[in-house]
């Protein structure tokens, strides 16, 4: 559990404003960088727009070139922002931001089997999402998210279109270990515990920052299901006070996913048990009693196993 903010620390509603703004700031950079690694990749046969935009599709071909994209994207708009907020503005150590330290293998196990068991429960989350319609009046609206989520969901397969060992690597570590290393400082080792301090309700904080982490994502028919990933992701830290913990879990998530769509790629497995779509309802019950009876579980064998 969290204990009460140091006197030390800066002010809960100013120090989001910061961290979000250097959030902003370092998607700004990593736009910026990426436009002048692609013209200098891609160089366009002259300097007019039209050229510029071929420059930029030719690039978005290469997967190489996108995935490594998407890895400084991810180091600098969560990773490079964090550690600068946190050892620069903070002036604190990183291993504060643990308030215990580094609970037994068993904590970690736990947490993966419960993303198992949340797995069918979360399918039907997401087929639910993804068949939500929006009111007439704002059609245009509705219509921009599905332009996006389109667009979103093409970069995705191309991304997971790696047939080699080596491509599986570099994904895993793009995708699974630097997304989930970065993301979680930012939304619960940083933003989570603002929100807390601030409130002093961890409920509100924890879901407060799930809304926060899946809505930065802008994929609104993915909404829901992100949204009880990063609350899981902000109990599994709020209750062994370790973020560590929720970093595992969510490298685990990801790269999950990534090395399921590999055996999907090389015929391992069938689409089907990776996407997990038209889950039976009766399994969803069952997903849903197993996972509540899972999480109440966590809450109290971490506790019993916290090193303070």
Do not use: C
Request: hydrophobic content about 55%.
């Amino acid at each position: 559990m969290f204990e009460l903010q140091e006197k030390s620390e800066r002010p809960a509603i100013s120090s989001l404003f910061i961290i979000i703004g250097l959030v902003i700031v370092g998607m700004t950079l990593a736009n910026v960088l990426s436009l002048i690694w692609i013209l200098a990749k891609f160089p366009p046969s002259t300097n007019s727009l039209f050229d510029m935009q071929n420059s930029i599709a030719q690039s978005s071909k290469d997967w190489w070139f996108t995935v490594l994209n998407l890895g400084l994207a991810s180091l600098l708009t969560f990773i490079v922002p964090g550690i600068f907020y946190w050892k620069k503005i903070e002036k604190k150590s990183l291993n504060l931001l643990n308030q215990k330290n580094l609970p037994v293998a068993g904590v970690f196990i736990l947490a993966f089997v419960i993303q198992l068991i949340f797995a069918p429960l979360n399918g039907t989350i997401q087929e639910l999402n993804k068949n939500m319609k929006l009111p007439a009046f704002l059609g245009p609206v509705e219509q921009f998210m599905q332009e996006m989520e389109q667009s979103l969901a093409q970069l995705t397969e191309f991304l997971t279109s790696f047939q080699s060992p080596l491509q599986l690597i570099v994904a895993l570590i793009v995708i699974a270990a630097i997304a989930g290393i970065g993301e979680e400082l930012i939304f619960r080792g940083l933003i989570q515990r603002k929100i807390l301090y601030a409130s002093k309700n961890p409920h509100l904080a924890i879901w407060l920052a799930a809304f926060i982490f899946s809505a930065i994502h802008f994929q609104f028919y993915g909404f829901f299901p992100r949204l009880f990933l990063g609350a899981m992701f902000g109990y599994f830290y709020f209750w062994t006070g370790n973020l560590w913990v929720p970093i595992a879990a969510h490298i685990f998530n990801n790269g999950l996913a990534v090395v399921m769509i590999f055996l999907v790629n090389k015929k391992v497995i069938p689409a089907e048990v990776e996407k997990m779509d038209n889950v039976p309802l009766s399994l969803s019950a069952l997903s849903l009693a197993l996972f509540l009876g899972s999480m109440w579980y966590f809450r109290s064998y971490s506790g019993q196993n916290a090193k303070a």
